[in-house]
């Protein structure tokens, strides 16, 4: 009986899970964990933060027992259905979260009902002109902006001939946080009259009678508030908002809409090239000018054929939502997902309507049958949107093939994305531009790409992370003023787009633009989106919000790395026809130029020196052509934060560290009259692999600022003259051939090295001229103005180094610090990726800013950026440095670092299982490993680059100021007429730290690379770099006495107190007591590091720090560089 | 923060623990708060410690960090001439004497503050010593003996750090001249020693001779290990009888339950986190 279960089940092969015993389940475990864990770990655990996931251990028993029905059912649904076993309960877990629990949908009910009754007892009220509107009280104005004023008609009110619930409240798909109930209401025929579908009549008869409702609803106690917006921001078409009074007001929000009676509006009239606005009326000329057409009103039909067909819309969705659960909760999904895209509010948007509509579509078309999960839908329907562009080939839900209808092709001419309703007759995507529904598909193609990805966890990258235009643009630009947009139009002569549009300049002018930004990028962007123009709410009683008050327009641009950062454009050959065209289309800027192959064509040259300059070239495209289409000035640029270098952001520099550094390899390599020959030589400083914040300078020292050591062809640095600028030594290891000839002793193999050291200094000074200061654990190489320590380096080594021999005679390898070879992979990441470098500078910048330069190793933040480049979903690799900075303060701050590894699968060298195996690994050993872990292919247990730092304290106060700073930059940014200040969230808060150590800036070699400019700066001893010096005698090199400072510092009172200073100039150190150095504690000779003896009560004595002295202390040590010790001792005492 | 915490102490002036004199010390006359140094005699079982002879051996504790060997020799030379001061990071019994001090390898400097033994040339220095913590602070730093600190210390040290080719040269020659004779010696020690049975029989075996065996390490021996293993698995055969194939199934199984209750676990974690709400 036993065995056949178990063979069935054999069937079976991936998990899942059984909701019903869930619950006793973790209770079973709890009860079974704590006995066991709670004596042997109790102290582990106590200390060990809460919140960390733990290896499960399950019984035997557990694990064997037969399954039962339930769990074979749930089984095979798990494998049928979903992707896997943790994402179905994902997905479960965030229907739960925002779906509407039964209990609210009954006090809604109840609130629709009382304003059921309420809507009936509205007063009807005697028959007017519609340009009169006295009878209005004064405390309401309504909706809706009469321009031109006048107009004909006749309007009354009488109450609503029916009340219905439309939209998402019935069909259960309206999720949190926003419930929206809309409410349809009938206009008896009486109001409407023959000709409402003309100038605006309809429109404004629906605006007077929802300011009536207002106006009386607003006088009920039910209301916690009665305002206006409009429907999806379309002006043309206000809504009224309704909330219940008290603690109820956020729950829900009903929408009331007030639609005409059925079958009033004769379709034929409302097809999308018939004229329903008159020029004349429009520009308030007196008589029609007679003979000229009438140019088609395709978005104004439109919205009037909205409104009739709102009720049989949701009889369509219901029919096809009927017995088909996951309908419901995919649509449920798939506006979580557009919510976290902010594609789903605004002007032409994609809202959960047209998403329904979408999925029903998917339904009679049988792409989605009734069985398939909520997941499944989603999955479809990203797979559709992926694959098919409405703004071609647009799609039609209407079953009959009605000849009259208008055809698709008719809906193309007149709209840019096209998806007709049952009746064929609405484009329910009337408002929506081409390029946004480009990002749509763009969104929809990377999100199946994540959900297909076994390594990452699709879920949270789907629908869990917000995608906000500042984080996943390359570049972003704003529209300050959108009323410029005005003139725009004036100057294109969209008059007839402006008269379709309701006078709507905002609406009318951004297709136009965008397809004019589209076409002059061409293929440096990848894609160009804009923000969907939002209406706000206001109250009854106010205007409503013109055009203008949209606030401000702003531009996406996803650069293709390969083509942005190109000068040239190179356009048709002169004598072909489309050479006017071009001309005419970049004006002045267009000029003919011979190129290399002989051609002669017309062209346009961005200028552009630097790498800083040369990313900044879209830039200055999009001015040109926005200046071109009449609008000057109102470009907002998103600043540029510089590492603060003196001319551009120091790309070229690199570039010519590194030339100068492949030249010494190549001599390196050419040497002659080497014992040994150089197998590999390999530089690992950062400005090697370009992630240098301030990469070296060719330096030139000036005599007369410094001794000359005696005999020895070296300078000093002068104590009363300021400190000689820094000079970094970068580090370059030269692998030599091995040879039986190498010793096999540690302290030998040091001697030999020393050795090679002299033997390559004088080489080098021989056969290049090169001047050379060799030590015992390095060769100085002074060339091109630049130092390189030249490091020699034997492969068996480290070996050596590890090289235990146990009591046996076995030879084992002690685990010591893994010498990783980041480098190389970085170099290569750097090629391609060009942003990686700015990216990976500006966070180190940012890090050493906070004052924790020492508190996180350089590989450490080089890793982590490079995740941002290979890693990005669910966004694309960063293409500019300032959007990759806010990436990584995201990173820093959203990762779940507690319970997750960072795995940077450098190079593609990992594979699923390896995934899988590293994750294990971590659960597994999580109290014994870093708190900050990452893996690489190389080092995928052990995490060597955090191991020693950050610690647990420092991390978090990382992520705190990780928040705060993301959120002061995308707060600036995403306003564009607030300040823009970028360096602002390079400015350390120093109020945290108990003693602040000035230093005096003459002593400081870096000040220069502050973050502020200082406005004093000293002649730091070197010559200009045109200046001609042949220089024979060797600068100082390495000397930094901030950093001297800081390492007596840490050495005498890191027991007492942690120290932080900003390694780019920081004029101050900060100092922070260890909370535990102020406990008195008992006397222990090993133990009485400047300390002194105190007396707490009479007998007792105990040890605590001599603080005063360790204050004078400060001062003694940094004798020169200190300029006052601030102890700020209201913070602590004595 | 550590305010809240501390219990109110008052400072001993002349405080010290059992057996401990406290000596107060300046850097200079501007200093205004002192660091106490504390010392004793240092006591240990007669003839363990040579060094430091029992009885004229000083024990001082918390030596300032600007205060070096010479600077201590000098202070407490007024006590008793001074035979030798040898400064540690940590009391305790000396390491073991390292190989012959270098000019150039293994620079090692004791950082922060130290502990140091101080031996006198004669017993009455100790008495002298203790009887110092009655007069003023000691001061380090003295107008014939100026203690560098700050700038022109590390200067100084820059200027150390360059070092003479010809002299580092010279003393790697050296020292490889007489590691490489004391490389033949073992090699030829070893040699004479191949092939030649002990005295119960037994021949060693090394890399050097005609069949070298396996080596000896830690590697070696997985691999073999490893390469046993995958010949046992290859002969047996899975899934032969019916209760090899039922085991299969129940282990699945078994991996799949465990898989899912981690991700239970998981989400309840997420869930208590309140990591559901999407915005």
New interface residues.
Partial sequence: MI?SA??L??LF?????FDNA?GD??AE?ENQDLPKKGKAQGRKRASAPD?V????K?SRA???KP?TNEELNQLKETENLFHS??LR??IE??L???TLKEKKKQKIDAFLHEINALLSAVPETPETDLADQSWLPKDVKVPFLQVPFSVKGKFRFLPPAAVTVVGSYLLGTCIK?EINVDVALTMPRAILQDKDNLNQRYHRKRALYLAHIAQHLSKEKLFGSVRFTYMNSNHLKPILLLQPQGKDEKLVTVRLYACPAPGFFKPSRLYPSKNNVRTAWFLEQGSPGEGAAEPPTPHYNNSILCDTGLESNLLFLAGASAGFPGMRDGVALLK?WL??RELDKGLGCLNGFVASMLVAYLVAKHKISQGMSGYQVLRSILQFLATTDLSAAGISLSKDADSSLPTLADFHQAFEVVLVDPSGLVNLCADMTASKYKQVQFEAKRSMEVLDDSTVDGFQLL??T?KPLIRTFDHVFHLKHVSKLQGACKKMQLLNELMDRGGNYVAAALPFVTSLLARGLAERVLLLTHSLPQAPQWPISAEPPKHKDAGHLSFGLLLTPAFAASILERGPEADRPEAAEFRKFWGEKSELRRFQDGAICEAVVWGAETMCQKRLIPEQIVQHLLWLGGVPGWFNRICTYKGGGPAGTGEEAMVSIVRSYDDLSRKLWNLEGLPLTVTAVQGTHPALRYTDVFPPTPMKPDYSYHVR?K??E?L????EKP?PAYIAPMKVVCHMEGSGQW?Q?K??I???K??FH?CL??LLSQQHQLLC????THADVYKDGYIFRLQVAYHREPHILKEVVTPE?????RDTEEVTQVTSCIHQLQQQHPAFSGTSRLAKRWVRAQLLSDSLSDECVDLLAASLFLHPAPFTPPSSPQVGFLRFLHLLMAFDWK?SPLIVNLNADLKVADYTEIRNAF?AARPHLPVMFIATPRDKRSSVWTKERPSAQILQRLLVLALESLRALEEQLADPLGSQDGKMVFRPPLDFY?ILIHLNAK?IPRHLEGVDRPAKSFSRGMLKSDALVTTLIFP?VG?D?VQ??LQ?LR????DLALFFYDSHGGEVIGVL?K?S????QP?K??N?????????SREE??T?P?V??IL??FE???????RSVEARTE???I | MAAGKRKHVTPAEAGAPAGYTAVPVKLSEKQLSPHYLYVKEHKVREGTDTTHPPNRTLFVLNIPPYCTKACLSRLFSCCSSVQAVNMCEKPGPREKPEAPKSKFFNLKTVPGFRVAYVVFKNPAGIQAAKSLSLQGPLVISSESRPVKTGIRKWIASYAASVVDPAELKAEVDTFMHTYDQKIAEEEAKAEEEAGVPDEEGWVKVTRKGRRPGLPRTEAASLRVLEREKRKRARKELLNFYAWQHRETKRENIAQLRKKFEEDKQRIALMRAQRKFRPY
Wanted: include cysteine; charged fraction near 25%.
């Fill in positions: 065995g178990w063979l089940i054999g092969i991936s998990w899942q899970a869930e389940m973790e475990e919140g996931v733990k290896p499960v399950l557990d694990l064997y399954p076993s943790l309960l994902q877990e965030l739960k979260e925002v946080p979580v919510h976290q629908l869990m917000p050591i005999d020895k070296s000093l640095p002068l104590p400190c010793p002793d302290e030998a040091k001697r030999v020393a050795a002299l200094a004088e200061r060799p030590a015992a005679g076995m030879l084992k390898y319970n659960v108990d002593q100082v000397y006495p001297c400072y007596e050495e005498a009172f890191g007591w909370p150095s102020f406990e008195p006397f000779a090993s009485m590091k400047g300390r002194m003896m105190a007396s707490l004595l105990v605590v001599n005063e002295a004078e202390d003694i040590l940094g004798e020169g560089l200190v913070k602590w005492t």
